[in-house]
């Protein structure tokens, strides 16, 4: 079964994959950030005090938050990436759909 490219999947997947390019390098400042806040962290004399409670703590939670939220956009757009490569290749052992659209739908996360 010869499948071909459909140009509005074509589309699709350049897009997707363009994302998940920027994804991955705002990612890497993202654990950058959380790996710097962590070491911050550390520094603190826990003995000090609830080292819940510093602004340390505060920031390292924030970075590590971030990071995750991160992280499931990019999941997000990897699942697209699948899903139209599948489509693509015309897979029949799974029921693959895209929602209707222009592709992944990304919030800003900062």
């Known amino acids: 079964m010869t499948t071909t490219l459909s140009p509005t999947l074509r589309d ?3 897009a997707t994959e363009s994302v998940i ?3 991955r390098t705002e990612r ?3 654990a950058t950030e959380r790996e710097q806040t962590r070491s911050a962290l550390a ?3 826990a003995a000090a005090g609830a080292l819940t409670e510093t ?3 505060k920031k ?3 970075a590590s938050d ?3 939220a ?3 956009v990019l999941h997000k757009a990897q699942d697209e990436q699948t899903a139209i490569l599948r489509l693509l290749s015309g897979a029949s052992d799974t029921n693959v759909s895209l929602a209707a659209g222009d592709g992944l739908q990304r919030e800003a996360v900062k």
């Open 12 to 14: 699709r997947l350049k």
């Open 21 to 23: 390019r920027d994804l």
């Open 28 to 30: 890497a400042g993202l």
């Open 43 to 45: 520094a603190v004399d």
């Open 55 to 57: 602004v340390e703590y």
């Open 60 to 62: 390292a939670k924030g």
């Open 66 to 68: 971030r990071l995750a």
């Open 70 to 72: 991160h992280d499931d």
